[in-house]
């Protein structure tokens, strides 16, 4: 098992920063692709970013140029700088854990609580 625990979100205005912190636990892996997925209310689970132990990056449409994924695997930990934010970043983000390097929900099987983030206009 693998635990997975967010931290860093917030509220911030338009054009701000955040970067978000997710600590892994118990049976990690540096094998393991790291991923950052967002939901806003009433929408679905959406892939925001994805790294891979051998330093690939994965990105979706709406979030490149501006967010940034890495991880330190001495300290088990997975970062997402998010930067030029917008109200439409507004969700909550999710860390995941999985064996595949992937956009797609099912193929992570370890998930965080999620971390709230709030841009305002």
């Known amino acids: 098992q693998v635990q997975l625990v967010e931290s860093g979100g917030g509220l911030v205005q338009a054009g701000g920063s955040l970067r978000l912190s997710c600590a892994a636990s118990g049976r990690t892996s540096s094998s393991y692709a790291m991923g950052w997925f967002r939901q806003a209310p009433a929408k679905e689970r959406e892939f925001v970013a994805v790294?891979?132990?051998?330093?690939?990056?994965w990105y979706g449409d709406s979030v490149k140029g501006r967010y940034t994924i890495s991880r330190d695997n001495a300290k088990n930990t997975l970062y997402l700088q998010m930067n030029s934010l917008k109200p439409e970043d507004t969700a909550v983000y999710y860390c995941?854990?999985?064996?595949?390097?992937?956009?797609?929900?099912?193929?992570?099987?370890?998930w965080g609580q999620g971390t709230q983030v709030t841009v305002s206009s």
């Open positions: 790294s891979a132990s051998g330093g690939f990056t």
């Open positions: 995941a854990a999985g064996l595949k390097f992937s956009d797609r929900v099912p193929d992570y099987a370890y």
